[in-house]
């Protein structure tokens, strides 16, 4: 069940039609997934959060794609995001995870709450080592 | 501030001497962060959660050492754990990563951020097209 | 799927009644919405929340009605509680929310959860010029 | 670094006093933590929170006393509120914890961390069994 | 909807049906839960799962086996880990959780959930009576 | 601690010389926050940074500026995010909010928090009046 309803016939608007036709032109095929139909009761919401995910997760960059998914949806995970966890769980299989990769990083995302919460739970003071400023 | 004050001499109880020789064993050096430290106040909690950290995090795998690394700071900003964001930022940096690398990390982690607090917000329902079992 | 089960009758029991028929007076309609028909599991369980609830929610006070459903629901969406981020979007339309409105709401929340995890990531210091003791 | 200044004599306020007086009778001691002195910036806000904890935390009910502490800092823990934390955990040892508790208490509180993590990650269906509807 | 498909015939692996053999053994039951069939995709994931749930909530230990579920769910309920919550809460009841005692659970846990908000949203510094070393 | 070193001399960088008058600029006063230094270390994140938080925050829009505040300081609050409790609370003040209003602020955020719990514990279904799309 979603807050809002997607507009039924969301290309009527000019500005919704050249972001749809963007997200299609950039994947290499026709399928505009649920998220671009609802935030298209907004033609701005629409426009920045395109903008700024194809910046960022579109294009070569200094990390390779896999890990880029890879990183995005071990935050998804911790904030219990369930949208969010199946694109990118998917995008990071279109990208080449395998199956013993995927068991992997959920051992990692796993071990992280794990220690995450023992830490928590301590608060152990962090070491002067860590302090970057002072390293360098 | 601590909830527990770690053992003054840690390594006099064999077990956690144990532990810490394997620990810079492992690392090949002789720092046994904070950590470590505070976990000997219990002996099988210090042996089992540093039997978990070497098996997933201190041999080859199947993810490269850096991306391990990221997705376990990943989960740490979003579960705003302090120590073990500075220590996994650190262990990132020493497997490789670059300032250009970690203003992107910094980046994507945000990214998720924003995007799992907008859906998370609109609850837009999951498209078919990621149900990995219809596509099998 | 719940952990509970409602009560078949739940106004047999007086306390609920009381309750039941102070939500609809409240409110002025006969809606009583399924929190409150789970929460009849247990009187007083139920007495405190709706006590607390109608408190602070349902009063004229120093914030103004709408502000106050966006601040709760916007809680709501950081902590994924999908039945308070149903209710409160509800309640703040109901309260004179508009669409423009709800998309700058939602902006708002998303950027919150992107800084935030920014800055949870680098762990920046805080300024002393926000230090309100000293301030004063 | 708090956002408010505690007040300078906050019982000259004298429903701080009440309050204040309160929580020295409750617990026998004069001591009044700083939670108390920061709330007193607005004594509604100081008499619900107390008149809350109290009637929760302080008195016999259907959880031994130190299992409720446990409940309340394993939250604490999981929300990342330092605080909380440090003042339940220190309760649960004034109300007998001892250490090898508090190290099984963090192994189940991290052991939870991993599975809500790795369950998070999968999203593995809810079997019908635990649907406690059906079963009554 | 899950991000993968558990194996159709999962125990024609031996390392799966060695772990779901222990399951039935361990429980005195046939019921093996749809956590176990999902994570035997990977037969090592599946065993140290196990291996740590079995080691710590199966057996005698220093917390009686009520409170051990109670805290396994408070943080699965801060973590928002929907299965979590179901299987933890079930269990909870399977050892002995009246009603009356969930009820006051509940209240423990939004009770915490309030006051972690509270104290995270002033930022309390901690009282140094609470600094466990410094009281040694 | 933080995990980077800001730059000694940031404004030697034209583009973040430019990014810091534009703040200098826009807020009118010369005061450049801990955030804008700190992230100057990289050009491209502090510009997208500074582009988007002014967009939304610096601007007559469709939500009045103290309420937009609030909004953000809510989030942030939920996510433990310190640096951005305190540099929204502060923004909220100058923009009007009384002590009042700030405790009755504390107050909704922490109600949030306590029936987030309580319904993430009870998964209470969702009414179908609250479903947006069949009401329309």
Redesign the interface.
């Known amino acids: 069940?979603?807050?809002?309803?997607p507009p039924q016939n969301p290309e009527v608007n000019p500005r919704v039609k050249a972001v749809f036709d963007d997200i299609r032109a950039t994947r290499g095929n026709d399928?505009v997934?649920?998220?671009w139909h609802?935030?298209a009761?907004?033609a701005?919401?629409l426009e920045?959060?395109w903008r700024?995910?194809k910046g960022?997760?579109a294009k070569p960059?200094?990390?390779d794609p896999m890990?880029?998914e890879?990183?995005?949806?071990?935050?998804?995970?911790?904030?219990?995001?369930?949208?969010?966890?199946?694109?990118?769980?998917?995008a990071a299989r279109a990208k080449g995870m395998?199956?013993?990769?995927?068991?992997?990083?959920?051992?990692?995302?796993?071990?992280?709450?794990?220690?995450?919460?023992?830490?928590?739970?301590?608060?152990?003071?962090?070491?002067p080592?860590?302090?970057?400023?002072n390293k360098?």
Chains 1, 2, 3, 4, 5, 6 share one sequence.
């Open positions: 069940m979603s807050t809002i309803s399928f997934n649920n998220l609802y935030l009761f907004d701005g919401l920045t959060t700024d995910v960022l997760m960059s200094h990390l890990t880029k890879l990183i995005y949806a071990a935050v998804s995970i911790a904030n219990s995001c369930e949208y969010c966890i199946h694109t990118h769980t998917a395998t199956d013993k990769q995927y068991a992997e990083f959920l051992s990692i995302v796993s071990l992280a709450g794990r220690t995450n919460h023992l830490l928590n739970g301590i608060k152990v003071p962090i070491d080592e860590f302090d970057h400023e360098d």
